[in-house]
């Protein structure tokens, strides 16, 4: 089965149980539950809850959790199937701390083991028989070819599944923190005049980038209007971890891989933009609030034959 079948088949079986989910969309922006600010899409959400609920895995490796808010997604799915663990990996102990508050409320602790630290220090218990990878943190090519070459080129399932998230297909065109142009702003093409060091420590601390990361960034690239109704605008994909997934992606079968951006209108009956409204961020090229849907799934096998293909790995 395609990978995008495999999420419709999913999301045609257990799709009527997102409903219940909706406290999670709702207080995504609510720091008391969620001390830092989850963007993980509402149909992206329904779609990973109906696929840990299809499949039913027994052990999900996620890095970095932040506050827990796309980790309840897949943890309240294993606690309906009344099995599964996450393995979950996060630097941020306060971060951490809040997930745990959450895991707690909604009593979902018996599904998941939450590390905190390093994850390219603390070692992980049998590394390679997760069924689904789940990558979610400081967006580097330096730190994805890391989880990529240390747990999922290990992976021993052959029926293991990969995430990416923050990553946009190059054909997309949205708009961020009302731009492109993003003159002054962390995404300012020519950061070296605009940006001001204030707001570069700002940014840095949000996502979590040490200091030998800080410039491990991909080009910009913005595209101007197509019409006198549209605004400039850009493929979403601006760190090199992206670039990475894109070129990963193009050695894929059609059938291996998929950006959920492209499959939006395959799920009506989820109603993909419900919470557009809610999201200040981000916008289409009207300018109108949109979530972006920014995740990409693959195989894992697929993912290995590619990865060594683009690495030359024997």
Not at 84 to 102: C, N, R
Not at 107 to 136: C, R
Request: charged content about 25%.
């Amino acid at each position: 089965m395609g990978i995008s079948d495999l999420f419709k088949k999913a999301a045609d079986v257990y799709g009527h149980e997102t409903a219940e989910l909706a406290f999670l969309p709702e207080n995504r922006y609510n720091k008391k539950m969620f001390l830092t600010q989850g963007q993980y899409d509402w149909l992206s959400g329904q779609l990973l809850y109906c696929l840990v609920r299809y499949l039913k895995p027994k052990r999900i490796l996620e890095i970095s959790p932040a506050s827990g808010y796309s980790t309840m997604f897949m943890a309240l799915a294993l606690k309906k199937n009344q099995n599964g663990l996450i393995f979950g990996y996060e630097l941020d102990p306060k971060a951490a701390k809040s997930a745990a508050a959450v895991f707690n409320t909604y009593q979902v602790n018996d599904f998941v083991k939450l590390h905190v630290g390093n994850a390219q220090i603390t070692s992980l218990s049998a590394p390679n028989d997760f069924n689904l990878y789940f990558l979610d943190s400081v967006h580097t090519n330096t730190f994805a070819r890391w989880f990529i070459e240390t747990h999922v080129l290990k992976a021993s399932k052959n029926d293991a599944l990969f995430h990416m998230h923050d990553i946009m297909p190059r054909h997309a065109r949205v708009r961020c923190y009302n731009g492109p142009p993003f003159e002054g702003t962390h995404l300012d093409p020519n950061p070296k005049i605009s940006r001001s060091k204030r707001l570069k420590k700002a940014i840095k601390k949000k996502l979590h980038i040490e200091k030998q990361m800080e410039n491990d960034r991909a080009p910009l690239c913005i595209y101007p209007p197509a019409s006198e109704e549209e605004l400039p605008t850009c493929d979403g994909s601006w760190t090199t971890e992206a670039a990475m997934g894109n070129d990963l992606a193009l050695l894929m079968k059609p059938e291996d891989s998929f950006f959920l951006y492209d499959t939006i209108n395959n799920y009506p009956n989820l109603q993909p933009g419900k919470y557009d409204h809610l999201d200040s961020i981000r916008a289409n090229c009207e300018n109108l609030p949109m979530e972006w849907n920014n995740s990409w799934w693959c195989k894992v096998n697929a993912l290995k034959e590619a990865y060594k293909f683009l690495y030359n790995d024997d």
